[in-house]
């Protein structure tokens, strides 16, 4: 294949994860196309007019294979069911008020409610609320009698019928085939970043193409990291890889290749002038991994210059991460449906616990914000204030007092189309959690219905009624408006508005004046959804953003906890790769909620919450890379207090407590010295280093607040936090302040600066005593205090300290460890 195609055919694998809206996509217009067959011949055989039939077997189709999202084969059919049911349950209650329409209209109201609350349940109830209202929909469009429920009710079944055997039996998703999937676009995204690397090197520094490509590379960064988050949640689906520890084998790779790139991406001035330097980045970028791991082989034997080398390194990690993968998907049981393990045993007592995902995939996508709002109105916390509503009752009342104004606005302009406004104002409340999601999406739901507009008018003119000519199109149309549903909503309304226009075409109801009919009713229930976002219990886009902060700021301290948990007790630690993919989770909401911000309402930039988002990614990448760097690794006394002292003032400001100004600087002191040394040790307290760097403009609140005191931690030989009492004495022998520690082993001492004698004295027998001459001062952190086990005879503390070997001072406050 010429090598512009397989650039082309890599773009196109990377903008698609998994292939998952082109495969969706797909067997939508299948199980539309075919749906629409079966009922045909059905209502050949009945003897009915077909067009009822084959309308409804169409949407039944197009909401069962899109909506339905069940990770097993029993699940998606139980939910096919309760489709069903709720879409007769709509169009029951839409035929019962039928005769009375002011009855007919405040039914609708109640029945959108209804539709919005259910959502609370779980996304099964979010498929039937939509089949619900979609069942009212179409009994009013398709202006439904009450004598015709029992035919109706008997084509609905048969279209669920179908589409079950459809897709479950013909076409099931192979969740292992989708896995593979998702790691082809993986290596596609690696790929290119790869040849944005070239590219950044072929331009100056302080250009303009040289800023829109490194702006290009962070973008590709983020992609890369979203790529490897939806791989982590697919790991989670049944039957995708053959057991848990394939699982963990496919997140390791993973995570260790994303690493690796990220390295490959900050390559030294002058790495790319070494020809086999290029050549590894060239092998990349073309996808040829052999060619990677000889040319990057070439460079170790051939070159002495440590940036080609090291970027040889990183190539090598790359393909030997891209071989392990490949690997722990070649043991997926041959013969496995990769698709519907029903019952799953749990773990007996002394098996690894089961492999849990970082986020729950949604149709093979990461979720949307619904989850963080949710959490925004009913916290976790019980120490955090609640709202009184919840985020689906919100919507519910939003959705309701939208729809009434809409019918009221709608049946003005038109008594018999009124419903497109209703439509409008209710899709405007679907998939959206706060106020600037549902102004975008109403706003867009408006423009593509504007240009879809103009694109019908021109359209059906020239292809004309005939069947076999339009069905075509009609099936096109379907399939641009679901392929490109995650990439511009207003693109799907192009093509579903040009859909419409061909469909009235072959009910021979199309003209000019009704399609201008329908962008007017759009527009009127888009404007009104907008209106009732702000000001009916509106979720404030900025609130959202702070609640993702927190959530962020909240798998930080637990990941750094389990950071400070590994280097007191080195070895495999599965928790570290675990708490770094929850981390990039959290990342991806607040990058998720925060973009909306990022632009003023007249379209500026708003530069204080762009760096604020530019330091969560940088926080992210850091903390991911020290979560490596402590595999296997024993913690000096300065580096687990540095993480210790880290996670703690992180959950500080997750707890709303003030952060002084400086308290991060403290720990960054304290890491200076084991910074400066060799081994992994170092090179660990560096990433950590690097990471307390950065999180000022996260945590501290600028207010420099009281006296922060002297903080330190107690620890017994074993590692666990020890209860002590910790003494410090001055040189004149007045005791200067007494503590007890806490639960963690941590404690406070307010003194004044200067070197001061600190004995720590056990509170239960075994571990000797501690004493030890230290310079101290307001906000120094100290290395953790590790009580040693008791000698054979009592080693004295004399004014001057037990004898423990040197001392020697960290950073500018001057920290003592031991040497």
Request: aromatic share 4%; hydrophobic share 50%.
């Amino acid at each position: 294949m010429p090598e512009r195609l397989l650039r082309a055919r890599d773009r196109f694998v990377a903008s698609d994860p998994g292939l998952v809206r082109l495969v969706s996509a797909v067997r939508a217009v299948l199980a539309i196309a075919t749906a629409l067959g079966v009922e045909y011949l059905v209502a050949t055989v009945t003897g009915t007019p077909p067009l009822v039939p084959m309308m409804l077997g169409a949407v039944v189709a197009m909401l069962a294979s899109f909506g339905v999202v069940d990770a097993t084969r029993a699940g998606q059919a139980v939910t096919l069911c309760f489709l069903a049911l709720s879409m007769l349950a709509g169009m029951g209650v839409a035929l019962l008020v039928d005769r009375n329409r002011l009855a007919s209209l405040t039914a609708f109201v109640v029945v959108v409610f209804v539709a919005v609350w259910v959502r609370r349940f779980g996304l099964r109830y979010f498929v039937c609320g939509m089949g619900g209202f979609m069942g009212y929909f179409f009994a009013l469009f398709l202006s439904l009698r009450p004598e015709m429920l029992p035919g109706v009710a008997f084509v609905v079944a048969v279209a669920i019928v179908w589409v079950m055997l459809l897709t479950l039996v013909l076409l099931p998703i192979r969740n292992d085939r989708v896995l593979r999937r998702m790691l082809r676009s993986f290596e596609a995204r690696l790929a290119g970043l790869a040849g944005t690397v070239l590219a950044l090197d072929g331009h100056a520094p302080g250009t303009a193409e040289r800023e829109r490509a490194e702006a290009r590379l962070a973008s590709r960064l983020v992609r890369v990291n979203e790529a490897a988050l939806v791989i982590d949640g697919q790991l989670g689906t049944p039957a995708a890889v053959a057991d848990d520890d394939a699982a963990r084998i496919v997140r390791r790779a993973v995570f260790d290749a994303e690493l690796a790139v990220t390295a490959l991406t900050r390559v030294g001035p002058g790495t790319l002038d070494c020809d086999d330097a290029r050549a590894v980045l060239t092998a990349l970028h073309g996808g040829r991994w052999d060619a990677v791991r000889e040319r990057a082989g070439r460079v170790a034997d051939r070159v002495a210059a440590p940036g080609p080398r090291r970027l040889a390194v990183d190539a090598t990690v790359l393909a030997d991460a891209r071989a392990d993968w490949t690997a722990a998907l070649a043991t997926v049981r041959e013969g496995d449906s990769g698709t519907v393990p029903e019952d799953t045993a749990a773990p007996t007592v002394g098996e690894a616990a089961a492999f849990a995902p970082a986020v729950q995939l949604f149709g093979g996508n990461l979720p949307g914000s619904a989850g963080t709002v949710t959490r925004l109105h009913r916290p976790p916390d019980p120490g955090r204030p609640a709202s009184r509503l919840s985020l689906t009752t919100r919507q519910a009342v939003q959705v309701a007092v939208a729809t009434a104004v809409a019918i009221a606005v709608g049946d003005a302009l038109s008594e018999q189309r009124y419903y497109w406004a209703v439509l409008a104002a209710f899709i405007a409340f679907t998939g959206t959690a706060t106020v600037a999601e549902t102004v975008r999406k109403a706003a867009h739901r408006i423009v593509g219905t504007m240009i879809g507009l103009v694109g019908a008018i021109a359209l059906v003119p020239v292809l004309g009624p005939d069947v076999a000519v339009v069905l075509p199109v009609i099936l096109l149309s379907i399939f641009g408006a679901l392929y490109l549903f995650r990439l511009s909503y207003a693109l799907m309304i192009f093509f579903i508005t040009l859909m419409l226009g061909e469909l009235y075409a072959l009910l021979g109801t199309f003209t000019v004046d009704l399609m201008v009919l329908r962008l007017e009713e759009t527009v009127v229930g888009g404007l009104i959804g907008c209106a009732v976002s702000v000001l009916v219990l509106p979720t404030r886009t900025r609130s959202a953003a702070e609640e993702a902060r927190r959530g962020l700021l909240d798998a930080l301290a637990e990941l750094l906890g389990t950071v400070d948990r590994a280097l007191r007790r080195p070895g495999p630690c599965e928790d570290l790769r675990a708490g770094s993919r929850a981390l990039d989770a959290a990342l991806h909401q607040t990058l998720l909620l925060g973009r909306p911000l990022t632009r003023t309402w007249l379209g500026s930039t708003h530069r204080d919450v762009v760096h604020g988002l530019t330091a969560c990614t940088a926080v992210a990448e850091h903390a991911r890379r020290l979560a490596r760097s402590a595999e296997g690794v024993s913690g000096t006394p300065a580096l687990t207090a540095g993480c210790a002292r880290l996670a703690q003032l992180t959950a500080d400001a997750v707890a709303g407590r003030p952060v002084p100004t400086g308290s991060c600087a403290a720990v960054l002191d304290l890491l200076i010295g084991p910074a400066g040394g060799t081994g992994r040790g170092a090179a660990l307290a560096r990433e950590a280093g690097l990471l307390a760097a950065e999180l000022p403009a996260l945590l501290e609140t600028g207010d420099d607040g009281p006296v922060p005191a002297t903080v330190g931690r107690v620890r017994g030989p074993d590692g666990v936090p020890a209860a002590a009492t910790v003494t410090v004495v001055d040189g004149a022998g007045r005791q200067l302040d007494r503590v007890t520690t806490g639960d963690d082993g941590g404690f406070a001492v307010r003194v004044p600066a200067g070197t001061h004698l600190l004995v720590a004295a056990p509170a239960v027998a075994g571990p000797a005593p501690f004493g030890e001459h230290v310079h101290l001062g307001p906000g120094t952190v100290l290395p953790d205090v590790v009580l040693a086990a008791p000698a054979s005879r009592p080693v004295p503390v004399t004014a001057q300290g037990p004898a423990r070997g040197p001392a020697r001072v960290v950073g500018r406050r001057g920290c003592l460890t031991h040497g």
